[in-house]
């Protein structure tokens, strides 16, 4: 039975977004099977003491700002510091994941091209006909599956996932969890990697 890591994240973070594609190439190298667990990031931070970006000492956001253009270079990719739709409404771009997962399919392809629209080309997610083209563009039904995210069961599954964060200690997007351990945003991907490689036991919070 392959490993599993709960993957938490939202497609408003510029970090899930840098960190997606080396994740699943860590996954795919491993043979890791991924949780995909969106969550609704302004409930993480009022949970777990974390403030909204807005209202961060603007020496915080001046390295942010720092911050996204050293990992722009690092990992080789081109996207806009402060693009035109963002932030957005990001509710109905996290349930339409929730519910491609639902249907049994992995939400990778849609991932990939959502992050890319908002990012590379500017794109609105917060746009329901946005989010369908996006869909039909990674090979999916995107009236049916417009259907289930706006559906109850998107929602209780939504809610559920930050219960879940709270409950395993996640405090941002992304965050990684194998076996109880949290690895807390894209910069720690090497960490990750190297717990998978040398299969050790999770390390524990010292009390």
Known sequence: MPRVIDYYFSLVSPWAYIGHAPFME?????????????????RVFSETGGVPLQQRH??????????L?????KRGLSF???????PFDVNLADRTVIAITTTGKSPDAFLRRAFSAVWEE???LGDPLVLA????????DSSSLMDIATGSTTEAIYALNLENAVAADVFGSP?????????????????????LSSARSPYKPVV
């Open 26 to 42: 860590i996954a795919r190298r491993h043979g890791i099977e991924v949780n995909f667990k969106p969550v609704f990031l302004g």
């Open 58 to 67: 603007p020496a915080r956001q001046r390295y942010r700002m720092v911050e």
């Open 69 to 73: 253009q050293r990992w722009r270079e």
């Open 80 to 86: 806009n510091l402060n693009p035109k739709h963002w």
């Open 122 to 124: 500017e794109r609105n």
């Open 133 to 140: 083209e996006l869909a039909e563009q990674s090979g999916l």
């Open 175 to 195: 965050a990684y969890v194998l076996d109880g351990e949290v690895f807390w945003g894209q910069d720690r991907l090497e960490l990750l990697d190297d717990a």
